[in-house]
């Protein structure tokens, strides 16, 4: 004769519905504004970036590079998405003698966060 298998004490679920995904932002602080009004912590090298594209001049991702210690896929990448769709800052870049030479100019939302923003 064999064994019947005992009956399990805890009740079995089903499959939950499938709810909204969180984002993956962090919560930004209660009273916190985001863009180029946030308050960034001075010496990193974040902010020495940003100083370097504010810069009337502007920079080379050679000189980021050099700053900073990154890789070119990397400074390329802070570029777009954190000064351009995180920050929301219009940067522009721009044929230079010693190579492309990227800046923001004037603090005012780039076109994509526009784009964001309408849809």
Known sequence: MTRRKP???TPTRSRPAK???KSSRRPMPHGAT???HAKTRAGTKHAQVLAMLRDRSGTTIAAIMAVTGWQQHSVRGFLAGVVRKKLGLNVVSEPGESGRVYRIIDDTASPVKAV???A
């Open 19 to 21: 709810t909204k995904r």
């Open 7 to 9: 009956k399990l004490t």
């Open 116 to 118: 964001k923003q309408a």
């Open 34 to 36: 985001s863009g180029a």
